[in-house]
């Protein structure tokens, strides 16, 4: 089983729609989660954090954490052509190694 | 960008032959990773540094070097290039706060695509 494990795409919606993406990880004593987008050929960069169960909301993006069922989700309102990515969540323990899933790659047709 | 720049960011060499790739930062950040990012299995990490002549092992650190003489610097040497180290190296950096390490966010360079033949 990998330690941190995303739906598997890629993952198609139309414009306007809302994007889902999911990520589950394996290691109880993980304390920080990241969500990082990565357009083709350039670095990842950082789009969500979140540290406790619940949701966390910025703009279009929605970030929900469950500890109980080790599970971090990601959803994209009103999703755009520029949302088109491959976005990777990562999960970070106190050792301060962090692990990243393979990512799912989402298009949004106009 | 965060300030991180990685050199070289295009590197082509031939099987057996030494390669260091370096990473520069100016945030004066205490953490630096190095990762490599093949199609199919995202990032992996290779190997961090928690302060200047502090490193530790990775998950894929078979076949890799580092070293950090200074806080800036964290290189990468492959000491003998193999064809399955094809791949696309990131630099990444994060800071400490008061919550602790678990907190932080990682910030990547541009990144090294480096090419074994």
């Known amino acids: 089983q990998k330690e941190v494990e995303q739906n598997s795409g890629p993952l198609s919606v139309p414009e306007g729609a809302i994007a889902s993406l999911n990520c589950t990880y394996s290691?109880?004593?993980?304390?920080?989660f990241f969500w990082y987008r990565q357009y083709s050929g350039k670095s990842p960069e950082l789009i969500m954090s979140i540290y406790s169960n619940g949701d966390k909301e910025d703009g279009r993006f929605t970030a929900q954490l469950n500890k109980a069922s080790q599970y971090v989700s990601l959803l994209i309102r009103d999703s755009q052509p520029s949302d088109s990515a491959t976005y990777l969540c990562?999960?970070?323990?106190?050792?301060?190694?962090?692990?990243f899933g393979d990512g799912t790659t989402l298009t949004v047709k106009p | 960008d965060a300030g991180i720049t990685q050199s070289p960011r295009h590197k082509v060499t031939e099987t057996g032959t030494p390669v260091t790739l370096r990473c520069h930062q100016t945030e004066n950040h205490r953490y630096m990773y190095w990762y490599r990012q093949d199609p199919g299995h995202g990032l992996r990490l290779i190997h961090y540094?928690?302060?200047?002549?502090?490193?530790d092992k990775g998950e894929v650190s078979d076949g890799y070097s580092v070293s950090r003489s200074k806080t800036e610097d964290f290189l990468l040497t492959l000491e003998s290039a193999t064809s399955s180290q094809t791949s696309v190296y990131f630099c990444a950096i994060s800071g400490t706060s008061g919550g602790g390490l678990g907190t932080d966010t990682q910030y990547f360079g541009p990144g090294t695509r480096l090419t074994v033949l």
């Open positions: 990562a999960v970070r323990t106190n050792a301060g190694k962090s692990t």
């Open positions: 540094s928690y302060g200047v002549k502090d490193t």
């Open positions: 290691d109880r004593g993980s304390q920080s």
